[in-house]
Each structure stands twice: as structure tokens, then as C-alpha cells.
């Protein structure tokens, strides 16, 4: 069982940055690959990112690509999504999530991940 807690939201005028973190409870947290998840308002959730067990292996959406970095640090149980060059249209809520420890490989799938965490609220002014 994984529990995920995601911290760093907040509101920020367009350009700005922002980072968030999500830190994972259990003694395995190396063995889950993670994603970052958002869902604006009145939209469905979507992919943003996601990082392979080791952080070696990292993935974007091409909305987010080149403003947005995934990372972690499993000495510390948490992954981080650093955002520069906001834009008002990525206000969401963003969720970290777990994929089952078997799976070794990122995804862009939300249904390949079974742990959520209840998200935290990114808001970008123009």
C-alpha cells in the first residue's frame, strides 16, 4: 500500500514557477514508477509526466514539455514536478500517482496507476 501526499500548489502569475512535491509512505517507493496527473476544470484529468523506478526515464506531454521537470529523490520518498513558464492553462489540480511495483515501464495512462494522491491546486493568472 502506497499513500501519496502532494504539497507546493498555489497561485502564480503567468511566466512564474512552481514546484511541486508528492511524498510516498511505505518502504518501497523506489520500485514505483510515478506520474503527474492534472484536471482543469470542467476537463477530463490528463497526463503531464512521468519517471521510471531508478529517475532515469522521464516522459512529458507535449503541452508541458520543455517548462515542466519530473524527478525524485527515493532516498527521500518523494517525486517532484518542477514548473517554470506557467501559463493560465495549466491551472488545475495536479495528482501524483504509483504504478503497481511490477510494472517497471512509465505510462501515460491513468488506469495504469492504482495510487493517488488527493492533488493540489495550481493556479496561473494572466
Known amino acids: 500500500q502506497v499513500q501519496l501526499v502532494e504539497s507546493g500548489g498555489g497561485l502564480v502569475q503567468a511566466g512564474g514557477s512552481l514546484r511541486l512535491s508528492c511524498a510516498a509512505s511505505?518502504?518501497?517507493?523506489?520500485?514505483?514508477?510515478m506520474g503527474w496527473f492534472r484536471q482543469a476544470p470542467g476537463k477530463e484529468r490528463e497526463f503531464v509526466a512521468t519517471?521510471?523506478?531508478?529517475?532515469?526515464?522521464?516522459y512529458y506531454a507535449d503541452s508541458v514539455k520543455g517548462r515542466f521537470t519530473i524527478s525524485r529523490d527515493n532516498a527521500k520518498n518523494t517525486v517532484y514536478l518542477q514548473m517554470n513558464s506557467l501559463k493560465p492553462e495549466d491551472t488545475a489540480v495536479y495528482s501524483c500517482?504509483?504504478?503497481?511495483?511490477?510494472?517497471?515501464?512509465?505510462?501515460?495512462?491513468?488506469?495504469?496507476?492504482?495510487?493517488w494522491g488527493q492533488g493540489t491546486q495550481v493556479t496561473v493568472s494572466s
Open positions: 500517482a504509483a504504478r503497481p511495483p511490477q510494472y517497471s515501464g512509465g505510462s501515460i495512462s491513468e488506469g495504469d496507476y492504482n495510487y
Open positions: 511505505g518502504r518501497t517507493f523506489y520500485s514505483n514508477v
Open positions: 519517471i521510471t523506478r531508478g529517475g532515469g526515464n522521464t
